[in-house]
């Protein structure tokens, strides 16, 4: 379990990550009583590694991160892209691309209209996810290792979803319904 609070060890994690064809990112926020979310979270996992980066730590940069996120050599990969991608454009003014959204390709995949993460990942996994953590409150500090264990599970398991689902999208020629 890994949980970034430095600029200087989130800048050595992005460039690690930027070597790989693919990421995998969520983000954990706020909205309740605001306009905008207020970022409290990231997670991102390569197929090596993932970790989870505080966003509220105190002195910290996002700017490499937001980096990784413009990167077009890098696909990121979303579950229910729109409120992570707002958050990245409010934040950095950037949209993160290329994208690719799970939700949508299970969709494409015939695997229910908009499918949430938890039955996606039982229905192509065989893995219940614990959702215990999903309704906290991350802006709260500091973070339980449950949490943190939560927070980081959405992209390990989001690494092996993304390959499942884009071998069925080769398979049935469904790629292009993706990508438009």
Same mark, same amino acid.
């Given at each position: 379990?890994?949980?970034?609070?430095?600029?200087?060890?989130?800048?050595?994690?992005?460039?690690?990550?930027?070597?790989?064809?693919?990421?995998?990112?969520?983000?954990?926020?706020?909205?309740?009583?605001?306009?905008?979310?207020?970022?409290?979270?990231?997670?991102?996992?390569?197929?090596?590694?993932?970790?989870?980066?505080?966003?509220?730590a105190e002195?910290?940069?996002?700017?490499?991160?937001?980096?990784?996120?413009?990167?077009?050599?890098?696909?990121?990969?979303?579950?229910?892209?729109?409120?992570?991608?707002?958050?990245?454009?409010?934040?950095?003014?950037?949209?993160?691309?290329?994208?690719?959204?799970?939700?949508?390709?299970?969709?494409?995949?015939?695997?229910?209209?908009?499918?949430?993460? !938890?039955? /996606?990942?039982? $229905?192509?996994? &065989?893995?219940?996810? @614990?959702?215990?953590?999903?309704?906290t409150d991350?802006?709260?500090?500091?973070?339980?290792?449950?949490?943190?264990?939560?927070?980081?599970?959405?992209?390990?398991?989001?690494?092996?979803?993304?390959?499942?689902?884009? !071998?069925? /999208?080769?398979? $049935?020629?469904? &790629?292009?319904?993706? @990508?438009?």
């Amino acid at each position: 379990m890994s949980i970034i609070t430095e600029t200087t060890a989130l800048a050595a994690f992005c460039e690690r990550a930027a070597a790989f064809p693919f990421l995998t990112v969520d983000t954990e926020f706020i909205r309740e009583k605001t306009y905008w979310p207020i970022l409290c979270l990231v997670q991102v996992g390569t197929p090596d590694e993932a970790v989870a980066i505080d966003a509220l730590a105190e002195g910290i940069d996002l700017e490499p991160l937001f980096d990784l996120m413009a990167n077009e050599d890098v696909l990121k990969v979303f579950h229910a892209a729109r409120q992570d991608v707002e958050i990245f454009v409010n934040l950095s003014g950037k949209v993160p691309k290329p994208i690719f959204d799970t939700q949508i390709a299970a969709s494409v995949c015939d695997l229910g209209d908009q499918p949430g993460y !938890a039955k /996606l990942v039982s $229905t192509l996994l &065989g893995i219940s996810i @614990d959702k215990a953590s999903q309704a906290t409150d991350w802006s709260r500090r500091p973070l339980s290792e449950r949490q943190i264990e939560y927070a980081i599970g959405d992209v390990t398991h989001l690494c092996k979803v993304y390959e499942l689902l884009l !071998a069925q /999208l080769k398979k $049935t020629g469904r &790629g292009p319904w993706v @990508d438009d």
